[in-house]
Nanobody, 120 residues
Framework: QVQLVESGGGLVQAGGSLRLSCAAS????????MGWYRQAPGKQRELVAA???????NYADSVKGRFTISRDNANNTVYLQMNSLKPEDTAVYYC??????????????WGQGTQVTVSS
């Protein structure tokens, strides 16, 4: 019933920028947390940036000062502006949301993932 639709990935050169978006749809009562994770080849999935339940932001140390997470609460959409991209940012980026659906319970939902490739 809940769907997270991601867009904005692509191939860029080092130093370039990309903007990812993720829109959550469905009979959503409340979003607890929402943010972005990534997984590079041979590495574990890691948190990139997220909004906490209190509306504050958390960033991975590796992206602080370069990435900015924002949201549009009215449309249940979260964005990730990625500047000064580095080859080590290359990964599949996944949108994540912990939310409550009417008639259901609190659950984690994931987007399908979007590939970000940064060339040297």
């Amino acid at each position: 019933q809940v769907q997270l639709v991601e867009s904005g990935g692509g191939l860029v050169q080092a130093g370039g920028s990309l903007r990812l978006s993720c829109a959550a749809s469905g009979n959503i009562f409340r979003i607890n947390t929402m943010g972005w994770y990534r997984q590079a080849p041979g590495k574990q999935r890691e948190l990139v940036a997220a909004f906490t339940s209190g509306g504050r932001t958390n960033y991975a140390d590796s992206v602080k000062g370069r990435f900015t997470i924002s949201r549009d609460n009215a449309n249940n959409t979260v964005y990730l502006q990625m500047n000064s991209l580095k080859p080590e940012d290359t990964a599949v980026y996944y949108c994540n949301a912990n939310l409550f659906v009417y008639g259901s319970s609190w659950s984690d939902y994931w987007g399908q993932g979007t590939q970000v490739t940064v060339s040297s």
